[in-house]
């Protein structure tokens, strides 16, 4: 059985963010976006959002 480090846990938060964060912007896109690639572009505007906000709560 591995032990997990301080950093390994922190990565493993960092990506449940940020996937959070795409799928939430990927809804949004969906719902709201007025162009067909709206789910693209929501997906990767909330995984960057997610990215950045864990990096700002992490400070």
């Known amino acids: 059985m591995q032990s997990k480090t301080f950093s390994q846990s922190s990565s493993q ?3 449940n963010t ?3 964060g795409a799928q939430v912007g990927a809804a ?3 719902r ?3 162009y067909p690639y709206s789910v693209l572009i ?3 505007v ?3 959002i997610g ?3 864990d ?3 992490e400070d």
């Open 13 to 15: 938060s960092k990506k």
């Open 32 to 34: 709201y976006g007025p």
């Open 51 to 53: 990215v950045v906000a």
């Open 18 to 20: 940020a996937i959070r």
């Open 42 to 44: 929501g997906g990767i």
């Open 46 to 48: 909330g995984y960057v």
């Open 55 to 57: 990096e700002v709560i």
């Open 28 to 30: 949004i896109g969906a």
